[in-house]
């Protein structure tokens, strides 16, 4: 292999070319790691050929060494310490730090990579001690190259995820603050020197917790980071602001000095800068305070609820800076730019973040001022002034009292509405963001006699005039339906009389040819919110509905046969998933009541999933939607089976497409559980292609807990019968329970063992009626002490949730109803079972629901320990 053509070839703009020589990297790779290691570590070292190439060969290096997949990474890394002679390790590391010193910034940048997944492998495991002096040597007495890449080095070790990593960096906290504080200086006259330092200044800062304990160390390390906010280069500016933001989520309780000495100035200086990302990070600081803030209050009011008193430091950093820093935030706020994309982030939308987050911490007390401002340019002829007044606004509506809000809303509402008709388009998108922000916080402020008329004749005006539009008004009616819903069940509600005129409206609106596919989609969206929010006495309506949409689904079919482009083909998609939706949330709002239209929704459903193309995003809708058909009919869903079993058993085997995979799992106990026992005719294909699902290797471990919830719904289904499969079940229960976090588990593993456990607990229950049922408890008996151990494991574990525990109970009840005789009387008398229900019976946090399964379990608990064990 030329190694250096191969490299430059992974450059190359041909995809096909590309990757092909990543294929031939990684054949290499496979065949002989140790030499792959050394020939690219001599490449990367080989000063005759080209940076970009040499590059490569750092990035290529990095990759062998990394990986996003935590299991994988060990794998590789494990593959470093015990596949690679000692010898080649330390040349290799050699080369790599020698390459630190090269003039090319991109080199010394991918080479800075390359050692920081080295340094994740062998800090942690104490196997390069002089990494860290080395890199502090060389900031001190190397040359710039040489200093910004082996600062640049520290920071990406530092910004690491590796728990072990980051762990082992705390014995190195001084060597690291040295390094970075001497770069970072004011002295050092190199900015890109000072840049790299301020970066990875603020990437170790987690790390040198016991230096910032010290103050004379703290107070040199902000003495640094504040004299950088005044540097003339603006990138040093950047990561100095950065690394206040970082300071003050991390040391909050140490900043009470600083902030009444330098940061109040430095940062409203800051946010006044001409350079739009300086800003951006100063009001970014202002976030951090709020956000550390609203985190305090929120923590200290659990602590005194639970009795403790034991509270946080609570300067009200941001209500004394109030009357300092929110008129810049506001000023900021008229900053605007019309051209700006939906999602860039500009300065004016991060003064308007700001202001909503101080709003939040400080309440009522951000009235006063953000009306003087309001008042001040809501009428102004600048577009951009009148447009930050009833942004102003909007933004201050989470936080202050609502009886401070309430006038307030009552008095601007006829304004706001008035300026839905403002000439300038931001400005109108603005007005009915602010309305949705009204709608959705301080719905009791409106009065529905007086405001709800003009405010959605105004929504609905705004949603037709100008697509830029479409979104802020579609939000801004969908608060305002679920706001005014009333009552579930209710016979009529405030939206009852504007129910007609509002279906007609948005009727008209996505049945217009020249309709944005943006405002269609939004608009079917406010159709779904107005359906399932609708009154008793708008059912009607509802159901006239259904024979518009499902006209309108119909004539979409044939169209599939005549479109040729892509673009032709998304948009086709996008409409049919969107009538579907509909179709959906009728379904869901008439319920048993949709059996007339059964028929003809399930044909069009069916004849969608004939005409539709692979990788379509259309199936997903289709499943959820006969899913909640057959939710809505229940037994009468059987006559449908046969035309459907075929696609849904596709689906099921469809591993390729994990997402309309784990739409059919979630679709057999929508089926299951709506059909009863004459779902057993199909259970031998259901469950088949579920344990095949469960034991791939291609689908994630996340469709694990909905299989086994599948199971349970399975079971409860048809009764005795469920013993066929019981043996297998109980076994694939069995292993799963072994499943357990490790101090190295991230917080995607906590969540997964959880709903795993929920999963298990869900299936066991399901079993367990399903042999009481059928008078076969007996066949469980094998597996009882099983699921005490892991009921017990639950107990122990500090992160369950409610659903687990309240998955429990039932299970806990269940197997002592399913055995009345006390055959394992024993394994109820543990204290700790006791211990479980009764703590799970007096948590006020839990629902009722909980609280009452939680009882349930402890009578049966109380039974089963009054009687002699008879099992032997």
Known sequence: MDVNQVLKSTLSPDAAIRTNAENQLKQAEAADFSGYLTTLAQELANEQAEADIRSAAALALKNSLSARDFTRLREVQERWVGQIDNNIKSSIKALALKNLSSSSTLLGQSTAQFIAS????????????????????????????????????????????????????????????????????????????????????????????????????????????CEATQSPDDRVQQGAYGCLNRIMGLYYDKMRFYMEKALFGLTVQGMKSDEEDVAKLAIEFWCSVCEEEISIEDDNTQAQAEGSTELREYFNFARIATGEVLPVLLEILTKQDEDA????????????????????????????????FVEANIRSEDWHRRDAAVSALGAIMEGPDESTLDPI?????????????????????????SLGRICETCSESIDPSTHLQPLIASLFTGLSSHPK??????????????????????????????????????????????????????????LNAFIGNSANDSVGIVAQLTHVILERLEKTIPMAQQIVSVEDRLTLEEIQTSLTSVVMAIIQRLEAEIQPQADRIMNILLQLLNSVGPKSSVPDTVFATIGSLATSIEADFAKYMEAFQPYLFNALGNQDEPAICAMAIGLVGDITRALGPQVQPFCDQFMNYLLNNLRSTSLGHQFKPAILQSFGDIAQAIGGSYEAYLTVVAQVLQQAQNVNVTSESNYDMYDYVVSLREGIMDAWAGAINAMKVGGKPQLLAPYVESIFQLLHTIYNDPNRTEGLLRSSMGVIGDLADAFPGGEFADAFRHDWLTLMAKEVKQNREFRQQTQDTARWAREQIKRQIGKPSTFP
């Open 118 to 225: 080295i340094a994740a492998i062998e800090l942690p495991r104490n196997l390069w001690p002089e990494l860290l002096p080395t890199l502090v040597e060389h900031v001190g007495t190397g040359s710039d190259n040489l200093k910004q890449a082996s600062l640049t080095t520290i920071g990406y070790i530092c910004e690491s995820e590796d728990a072990d990593l980051r762990e082992s960096l705390t014995q190195h906290s001084n060597a690291i603050l040295t390094a970075v504080v001497q770069g970072a200086r004011k002295e050092e006259t190199n900015s890109k020197v000072r840049g790299a330092a301020i970066t990875a200044l603020s990437d170790s800062l987690e790390f040198v917790r016991s230096n910032f304990e010290n103050e004379g160390e703290r107070n040199y390390i902000m003495q640094v980071v």
């Open 341 to 372: 994309a939906d999602d860039e982030y500009n300065v004016s939308r991060a003064a308007y973040q700001c202001i909503q987050l101080w709003s939040q911490t400080v309440g009522s007390a951000v009235v006063s001022p953000v009306l003087l």
């Open 409 to 433: 809303v009552k008095q601007g509402l006829p304004v706001l509405i008035s300026m839905m008709q403002d000439p300038h388009v931001q400005v109108r998108d603005s007005t009915a963001y």
């Open 469 to 526: 539009m479409a979104g802020s008004c579609c939000w801004a009616l969908m608060n305002l339906a679920e706001r005014f819903a009333g009552n579930p069940g209710c016979d009529e509600n405030a939206l009852s009389q504007h129910f007609q005129d509002s279906i007609t409206h948005l009727l008209q609106v996505t049945e217009m040819n020249d309709t944005d596919g943006q405002l269609r989609t939004a608009a079917y969206e406010v």
